[in-house]
């Protein structure tokens, strides 16, 4: 990736060396005998000695930064703005020591060097976004840049660096993503790498890099043995054996090492191999043939590469064949070659694993362009021996059909989704300096603007998520509690009934609840229950007349809602605690249990809850589950990423969504439907991100990754929910692993960019405390 310097030979001229004592005179200060020694090393220098210095004949010099001032910087500065009055041909910077170092100053430097810069490589753990932000505003001419810090979370290198070939940014273990933009200012990058960092989300990843044109190789992971990005020669050399050697025991000719041709520039390297190799195996075409083959049914592997220092993108299932579709010109991944079998076998996985577009859309579409065929009654296909838009009349152009294209074309036209925060209003009710700390929330039924929430403390706000007002507000009643369930009445949805862990349940009237503490004693006019202990979830049936209760009990409690008073206790139901009961979205009678006993079990109040109606096993310990809004469906997710669809009827699985595991046994997993009954929204809390898949075919659609839009810490999913009112919104109760404990609900536009809200605090991409219940 990087030149191979030696740090003890410097070459230079008379008239650096004269320009900088010059300089030093002028300004009063003592020379760094270090930098003397730079331009002294060859006094005698003359162009006939150029011939000397490099293979290239060429004069080249290595600024070392590692023992050097602020104050030397500037003298140096002062030397290299007449650079070409010399006879130095290119110029590289080097700074490998943890000395800070003004980086205005080091700009400076670069800028002075001008477009004899040939490499710069700056290992300083203190330079952050600042530095890179001013140095991408005034642009440097470097072929090479080798960039480690430990400042930067979202990388943001906009900016022109038109010159640029290479660059490695291997060990910046803060980076997590980048700016949309971050690398639109490099035409001519062929080479990046980042082993090692934190950037995680296949979506935004090749979002940005799909904007190099000229990139060729990329890793995120590397061959030990491996100081580029080009390809491995031992790796390459056992596939060539593979191919032609082991079944036909020919012998391969003098294969030339990837050494002999590392005389031959970088950029050449690649081809050159790969065209060798190519000639070597069309000698064997009929053994290639069976041995493409084993490689299209995965059986041929490469059993000496070992991946090294990877991020953690690379341990998406199919991070390998995600990128391969996504960026069709790059020749090396992660040292490994990209040859056309492998783009074979990556279009195969994408379109049984992925949704490139929602609703199996194949073809970005605008949003004019979708309008336009909705005014005309048309409806665009592709033919497919064509990739002109054809035009027909079809009985495909009702509303829900042009919704459906409306929403492919909007949440195909970027991959950075709209976050916004929902209960940041506690200036409202709160005094300065103190916080809502939500902890579960429901949207209204009836109303889409309309949203409860309840807290660790005990408070129920009812807010307007679209206007950012409060609607409603109870305070606490004092004792420690937290609201742990809420569930809206269905044909009363101005009623809400809020369970909290310390037994209580109360059904309030939001029409009857003030906006804020009023000044005057006030009383809440709210139902009471009988109380229910260790309670953690509340369900009402669709007729508004009975709710369930369930808790860190074996046992399901069953309330008559006029009254308050509890109909039935239902004992030992399960195993173990019962973290959620639900009822049925359209029959007042069935609902369905989820157990830490790893069974889910349908019931049927027209009988006596003593046998299920079926039971259905996890392999791990069950979290929750919810009915699809037909009721056709059970969602069910277990512990750790087990997530699978069964038909409500009997119980049968339907669809087991692959998301991979992480091998904790407290990453407690949810998931809801959003879309009606379209995709699955799922997230757990040791993870900082929400995946939707298709729930008809299992395929991802998208991955949310989330942070806190102001300090860019991972957030992690506590809770969520699809908004029923708006396809491909959702919303997420998250909260941050530290110690001072940041809560948040953060309502997410799928369908909207960035880009669309000036003056957002948030981009994109939110670890809750554990409990029981949905």
């Not at 440097?140 to 960039?147: I, Q, Y």
């Not at 596939?239 to 020919?250: D, F, I, P, Q, R």
């Not at 609840?513 to 006019?525: A, C, L, R």
């Not at 096993?617 to 469906?633: A, G, I, L, Q, T």
Request: overall charge negative; proline content about 4%; some cysteine.
């Amino acid at each position: 990736m990087t030149r191979e310097h030696e740090p003890a030979f410097f070459m230079g001229t008379p008239g650096l060396e004269a320009r900088y004592l010059d300089s030093c005179k002028r300004h009063r200060t003592q020379p760094n005998a270090e930098v003397v020694s730079w331009f002294s090393k060859v006094p005698t220098l003359t162009c006939d000695a150029k011939t000397e210095m490099t293979s290239c004949g060429e004069c080249h010099l290595v600024i070392t930064l590692d023992h050097l001032q602020d104050t030397d910087l500037l003298l140096l500065i002062d030397v290299f703005m007449e650079i070409h009055s010399f006879d130095v041909d290119t110029v590289d910077v080097v700074h490998n020591a943890p000395r800070l170092l003004n980086s205005e100053h080091l700009i400076g430097l670069m800028l002075a060097i001008g477009d004899k810069l040939h490499a710069v490589n700056l290992q300083d753990s203190s330079l952050g976004e600042d530095f890179l932000s001013n140095l991408s505003k005034r642009g440097v001419s470097c072929e090479v840049f080798c960039f480690w810090s430990l400042q930067i979370q979202k990388l943001n290198m906009v900016g022109r660096f038109t010159q640029l070939h290479t660059l490695n940014l291997d060990f910046c273990t803060s980076v997590t993503s980048f700016h949309k933009d971050c690398f639109s200012g490099m035409p001519n990058l062929m080479r990046l790498s980042m082993c090692e960092t934190r950037v995680a989300n296949l979506w935004t990843t090749t979002a940005v890099l799909s904007k190099l044109p000229s990139l060729v190789e990329l890793r995120f992971q590397k061959c030990l043995c491996c100081h580029d990005t080009g390809p491995c020669a031992s790796l390459y050399s056992e596939k060539a054996n593979l191919l032609v050697g082991e079944e036909t025991g020919s012998v391969l000719p003098n294969y030339p090492s990837y050494k002999a041709v590392q005389s031959v520039s970088h950029g050449s390297t690649t081809h050159k191999v790969l065209d060798e190799v190519e000639q070597i195996i069309d000698k064997e075409s009929v053994f290639m043939c069976a041995q493409k083959q084993k490689l299209r049914n995965g059986s041929a592997t490469f059993k000496k590469y070992v991946s090294h220092h990877c991020s953690p993108i690379c341990y998406e299932k199919y991070y390998r064949e995600y990128m391969i579709v996504c960026l069709p010109h790059l020749e090396v991944l992660d040292n490994l070659p990209v040859q056309e079998v492998d783009k074979e076998v990556a279009k195969n996985v994408f379109s049984s694993h992925y949704e490139n577009l929602p609703y199996g859309r194949q073809h970005k579409e605008s949003v004019i362009a979708v309008l336009h065929q909705r005014e005309m009654g048309k409806v665009s296909f592709y033919h497919p021996k064509s990739i002109k838009l054809k035009h027909s009349v079809s009985p495909r152009t009702g509303q829900h059909f042009f919704s459906r294209s409306l929403s492919a074309a909007k949440l195909g036209s970027s991959m950075w989704p709209v976050i916004q925060p929902v209960s940041q209003i506690s200036h409202l009710i709160k005094e300065e300096g103190t916080q809502l700390r939500p902890r579960q929330f429901e949207y209204n039924p009836s109303d889409p603007s309309l949203m409860a929430f309840g807290t660790l403390d005990g408070e129920i706000i009812i807010t307007n998520h679209e206007g950012g007002r409060i609607v409603g507000y109870v305070p606490s009643t004092g004792v420690e509690n937290s609201i742990l369930g809420l569930c809206w009445l269905k044909k009363y949805p101005s009623k809400l009934i809020a369970g909290s862990d310390n037994g209580s349940l109360k059904l309030f009237d939001i029409n009857c609840i003030p906006p804020k503490v009023p000044d005057f004693s006030f009383s809440y006019d709210a139902v009471a229950f009988d109380d229910f202990e260790q309670l953690t979830s509340v369900h009402v049936n669709s007729m508004d007349d009975r709710l369930l209760v369930s808790g860190y009990t074996r046992n399901i409690a069953l309330y008559d809602i006029a009254t308050g008073g509890r109909m039935e206790l239902f004992r030992d139901l399960h195993r173990e605690p019962i973290n959620v009961a639900k009822f049925a979205n359209h029959s007042p009678f069935l609902f369905a249990t989820s157990s830490f006993d790893r069974d889910v079990k349908m019931w049927d109040l027209r009988e006596t809850p003593v046998r299920p109606c079926y039971t259905v096993s996890s392999s791990r310990e069950n979290v929750m589950v919810c009915f699809s809004p037909d009721d056709h469906y059970l969602l069910v997710s277990a512990v750790d990423n087990e997530v699978k669809q069964l038909l409500a009827g009997d119980g049968r699985i339907q669809m087991k969504f692959e998301i991979a595991s992480t091998g904790s046994a407290h990453n407690y997993t949810r998931s809801y439907y959003m879309n009606g009954r379209d995709y699955v929204i799922s997230g757990s809390c040791d993870e900082h991100v929400v995946r939707i898949c298709c729930a008809q075919t299992g395929r991802r659609l998208r991955d949310v990754f989330l942070e806190d839009g102001n300090s860019g810490n991972s957030m992690y999913v506590q809770s969520l929910r699809g908004d029923p009112f708006r396809d491909f919104h959702f919303s997420v109760l998250a909260a941050s692993t530290r110690s001072s404990s940041k809560c948040e609900i953060m309502m997410v536009n799928l369908l909207a960019s960035i880009d669309q809200v000036k003056d957002h605090p948030y981009n994109q991409s939110f670890r809750p405390a554990y409990s029981l219940g949905g």
